[in-house]
């Protein structure tokens, strides 16, 4: 189990020292600010649509190492997905890091690593959590915190 979360780790450090899509220029269709106001982050999540296919992720702001990679596996993840495959990828991630059973995440599995830290959980959401604010129809760029 050593090995795994030396992996997980490892995995974050990577995408937090060179996140994909931080202070991407993107064409954005969608955006939207989130908060989390118990560590600091802030993120702008941006995100091009045509139709209903995410063509291109970018993201902005500052945040610990947990929200940067997380915000850069989103950039990296879900170009080429449908909006309900990137609201379902992250339906998954939030079971995943709210119980104590795996669930099937892919490459987003470096983020399981903080799910013994439940304060940092939220770190992990909060890129995913923006990007679906984004998409809400009611909510499209809004630019409230979440």
């Avoid at 439940?118 to 984004?134: G, I, M």
Wanted: aromatic letters at 4%; proline letters at 6%; glycine letters at 8%.
């Amino acid at each position: 189990m050593s090995a795994l979360k030396d992996l997980y780790r490892e995995a974050i450090l990577r995408h937090a020292a060179e996140p994909a899509g931080y202070r991407k220029p993107v064409a954005a269709t969608h955006r939207c600010e989130g908060h989390n106001p118990f560590c600091g982050d802030r993120v702008e999540v941006m995100i091009q649509l045509a139709g209903d296919v995410v063509q291109d992720v970018g993201f902005d702001g500052e945040a610990c190492s947990i929200c940067l990679a997380s915000a850069s596996l989103l950039c990296e993840q879900t170009p080429g997905a449908s909006v309900n495959d990137l609201l379902e990828l992250k339906a998954r991630l939030e079971r995943a890091l709210g119980a104590d059973r795996e669930e099937e995440i892919g490459a987003l599995s470096p983020l399981l690593g903080v799910r013994p830290y439940p304060s940092r959980v939220q770190c992990a959401l909060l890129p995913w959590q923006t990007a679906a604010r984004a998409l809400r129809p009611d909510d499209r760029g809004s630019g409230e915190s979440i």
